[in-house]
């Protein structure tokens, strides 16, 4: 073989590793994807235990002693996780870290409040959109959220997601 017959080898080399690399990155994540969707509901669970544990003011180290990671990242993007925040940056606390609403199938909502407010008040409520439509009460649970939301300007944040 001749020197250009040898660099013509060595290129469909590196050229079939570079088809290789991209055909590995897509796979991983097609996999990542598939696993996601296979544990969805278990994921769930720990984050509803997180919230949990931090409505009992445990803290960020011993969730992640209770998760099995000594790692503190590891329990920084569990909390995070767990106060709506699902961004790889954990200095973004958008989307109001502090409540997640959920709606019921009847019109109601429910709001998990998680350290809300000046006083870190943790609780939960089921509330409905009033029929005009630009306000929200209380249908049972903790009254305070209702009033913490207002105040803080949450209002139509609140709105907003119950109306989907």
Excluded: C
């Amino acid at each position: 073989m001749n020197k250009k017959e040898i660099e013509e080898i060595a290129q469909a080399i590196k050229t079939a590793r570079a088809h290789e690399k991209i055909a590995i990155a897509e796979a991983q994540r097609k996999a990542a994807d598939w696993i996601r969707s296979q544990t969805t509901e278990e994921h769930e669970a720990i984050v509803e235990a997180v919230r949990r544990a931090l409505g009992a003011g445990m803290s960020a180290r011993r969730i992640g002693e209770a998760y099995g990671s000594s790692d503190p990242k590891t329990a920084k993007r569990l909390i995070l996780e767990a106060m709506g925040n699902n961004s790889n940056d954990p200095t973004d606390l958008s989307g109001h870290p502090e409540w997640k609403l959920t709606r019921n199938d009847d019109g109601t909502f429910n709001i998990n409040a998680y350290s809300l407010g000046d006083a870190k008040l943790t609780g939960f409520g089921t509330f409905k959109v009033d029929d005009d439509g630009e306000n929200f009460s209380l249908v049972s649970g903790d009254m305070w959220i209702q009033i913490q939301l207002y105040k803080l300007g949450f209002k139509d944040t609140v709105l907003e997601e119950a109306k989907g």
